[in-house]
């Protein structure tokens, strides 16, 4: 291999507080990377990303806000960082050998980068059955988060009735999946009829509804929830959290996973949530997370999905872009119902 490398690699040129990123404030470079193993520190490594996930919370960190998720802010000029499976290309750090696949929670969205060994990376074990891509997605970011909302904040029964917003994305169609798995009636609500269908016949959500026809939502959840609803897994925030509140049952639970209606706007924009006070008197729970803080779970999670996806008992759809040039179109499919399933970009192309 040469001992130098072109890389390409997205930073951060401007803030953007409002909307969704544009090439503005997103730009790709080349930047030359030696892969001379003494050109970098002890605990390093040199990588080469394979595959990048495409999350909401990226767009949050593009803002040069500090509201709302707390993470703090992409430097300008700096690359943006993202999770990634990448090959370690040279290594000193004695636990990692050229030729291991990797995960890495936050790393460049780069082709190729130099990254600290201590930090965020777990070893994909090479006897694994399951594509790569799945250690983004049901074994990753969203499958885990789905699985803390569910299992660990929603405290699910046999005949809960569940309801989960953004129910054909990367985390909702992990949520209403592993309700269904502890026998919960489980409603979703997505952008599309296409989508309607997809949770339906392939997730097997017991039922589902696009709220961009069916716009009078407390009609919707009259419709769809004759019981009330006992947890809500919150995705989206904004006007349908309102509609929720006036539909929960006494003691429901909602894990707050995100608020993807409100990321694009300065938080004084933001839709208030006027019920609040049935919180009081149906004495709900909601509780918002984050899947990072629940380490000590990951194993067990880990064990049960995996288990899961190679029964066939919980199916990962993936959307996949092709080339790191795709990163600003894909970011911006996520504030859209154009997708379906979790956001992948496969770096080469
Ligand atoms: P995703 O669902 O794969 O993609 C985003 C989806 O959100 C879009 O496909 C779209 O689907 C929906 N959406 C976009 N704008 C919307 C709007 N204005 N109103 C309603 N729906 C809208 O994304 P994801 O990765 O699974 O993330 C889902 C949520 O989980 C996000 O809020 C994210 O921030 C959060 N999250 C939290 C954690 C955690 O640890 N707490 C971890 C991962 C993700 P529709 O067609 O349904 O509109």
């Known amino acids: 291999m040469a001992s130098v490398v072109e890389s390409r690699e997205w930073h951060l040129a ?153 129910a054909a994305g990367g985390v909702g169609m992990f949520a209403g999946q592993l309700a269904k798995l502890k026998g919960c009636r489980v409603i979703g609500s997505t952008g599309s009829d296409e989508k309607v269908k997809l949770i339906k016949e392939e997730f097997g959500y017991d039922d589902a509804f696009n709220y961009k026809t069916e716009t009078d939502l407390d009609a919707a959840l009259n419709k769809y929830f004759p019981n009330g609803i006992d947890i809500y897994f919150d995705n989206v925030g904004g006007e349908m959290l309102e509609a929720v509140l006036n539909h929960v049952n006494t003691h429901a639970r909602i894990p707050v996973c995100g608020m993807i209606s409100q990321y694009k706007k300065i938080w004084t924009e933001r839709q208030g949530v006027r019920n609040l006070l049935n919180m009081v008197g149906k004495e709900v729970r909601m509780e ?33 872009y092709h080339g790191i040039e795709s990163y600003l179109e894909s970011l911006g499919s996520l504030f859209t119902s154009s997708n379906f399933g979790k956001v992948i970009i496969e770096v080469k192309k």
């Open 288 to 320: 918002g997370f984050l899947m990072s803080s629940h380490p000590n779970r990951f194993g067990d999670f880990a064990k049960e999905m995996e288990s899961y996806i190679k029964e066939g008992k919980i199916i990962s759809k993936l959307k996949i």
């Open 14 to 166: 401007a803030y953007a507080p409002e909307g969704v990123p544009t090439s503005d404030h997103l730009k790709l470079r080349t930047v030359t990377l030696s892969l001379d193993v003494d050109s970098i520190p002890d605990h390093h490594l040199i990588v080469q990303n394979i595959f990048i996930s495409v999350d909401p919370y990226q767009r949050t960190l593009m803002s040069g806000l500090e509201d709302g998720l707390y993470f703090p802010q992409t430097k300008l000029n700096e690359v943006v960082s993202a999770g990634t499976i990448a090959k370690v290309i040279r290594s000193r750090d004695n636990s990692y050998r050229e030729g291991d696949i990797i995960v890495n929670l936050y790393s460049p969205v780069a082709e190729y980068c130099v990254i600290p060994s201590a930090l965020h990376l777990r070893k994909v074990d090479p006897a694994s059955e399951l594509p790569l891509q799945e250690y983004l997605s049901s074994l990753g970011l969203p499958g885990f988060a789905a699985w803390v909302g569910i299992e660990v904040i929603g405290d699910p029964k046999p005949g809960s009735n569940v309801f989960v917003s953004a």
